[in-house]
């Protein structure tokens, strides 16, 4: 009897708590419905593309976190900034992605100014395949505080290369959508209340009942290889934004063998963006 009430009581203060966050989520004044962040080293030949790209999904300011880059990816990104779209931050110590994110969230005022937010590399492009922008296809999660979706895993397609657009340069992938276990997300910023919330993968301390997977209305599509030109000259040169372990790992072995895998033609963003329904 006890624990039945002690239950009860449990369920209560969770939907009160729940209604006094909707109550101030409604009253906030947010600039954006979306926003974007993410952290970039030697992105030149890709920001320019990323950026459009977030804009075309309905995303109101797209937060840059700058991790040393050697190439022109500063001089674009401020290209950017110029044009209010982006606000750029420049935190050159290696191996600290999680801390920086944290930081540039406080830094920018983040939660203030966007109700959700993507947190995605410069090699990952969420869309969705009903052309809709990611503004509009949220409407329906108002009950949900956190989206995951899994990675589809893109190759080469051959290219020696870069070519002029990622999104249709690559169009082969693995059959499979990626492990679970390094899904991403989108979130409510009103979730985030520490460092340790905001992840690279997941939302951690998020409640369950608010949390939902959904692979169909949202598809993430990752280039995490691209040509042998990007794979070598940036990938294998500039190291890992998380931790030193992983400096290493991008190879040549890991090129092909990624590139092995990616056996199934996938067309969906290529072609939206080739009739113009993504810009």
């Known amino acids: 009897m006890l624990k039945h009430l002690r239950s009860q009581i449990s369920a209560w203060n969770r939907k009160r ?8 989520e409604t009253q906030s004044s947010y600039d954006f419905s979306l926003g974007v962040l993410g952290i970039m080293k030697n992105e030149a030949m890709n920001i320019d593309e990323w950026v459009q790209h977030y804009v075309s999904m309905g995303a109101g300011k797209i937060f840059l976190i ?16 110029a044009k209010g779209v982006v606000e750029l ?3 050159p110590k290696r191996h600290r992605q999680r801390r920086h994110y944290w930081k ?3 830094q920018l005022n983040i939660g203030r100014k966007c109700k959700w937010l993507i947190v995605a590399d410069l090699d990952e492009f969420w869309f969705c395949p009903s052309g809709e922008t990611i503004v509009a296809r949220l409407a329906p999660f108002q009950a949900f505080d956190v989206i995951y979706a899994n990675w589809r895993m893109f190759g080469s397609n051959g290219l020696q290369k870069h070519p002029k657009s ?4 690559f169009t082969m992938r693995a059959p499979e959508l990626h492990a679970h276990s390094v899904r991403k997300y989108i979130c409510r910023t009103s979730v985030i209340k520490s460092a ?22 949202f598809h993430l599509n ?3 290889i691209q040509s042998l030109e990007f794979f070598q000259t940036v990938k294998m040169t500039r190291g890992s934004a998380a931790k030193m372990a992983n400096d290493t790992v991008r190879q040549m072995e890991y090129f092909t063998g990624h590139d092995a895998r990616c056996s199934m033609s996938d067309t969906l963003l290529a072609d939206l963006v080739s009739s113009g329904k993504i810009k």
């Open 17 to 24: 708590i729940q209604r006094l966050r909707e109550t101030r």
């Open 66 to 81: 700058d991790n040393g880059s050697t190439d022109d990816t500063v001089a674009k990104a401020t290209a950017w900034v």
């Open 89 to 91: 931050v420049e935190y």
């Open 104 to 106: 540039a969230f406080k």
């Open 166 to 169: 990622i999104r249709q340069g």
């Open 196 to 217: 340790n919330t905001l992840g690279i993968h997941t939302v951690n301390g998020g409640r369950s009942e608010r949390t939902v997977s959904d692979n169909e209305r």
């Open 222 to 224: 990752h280039y995490p």
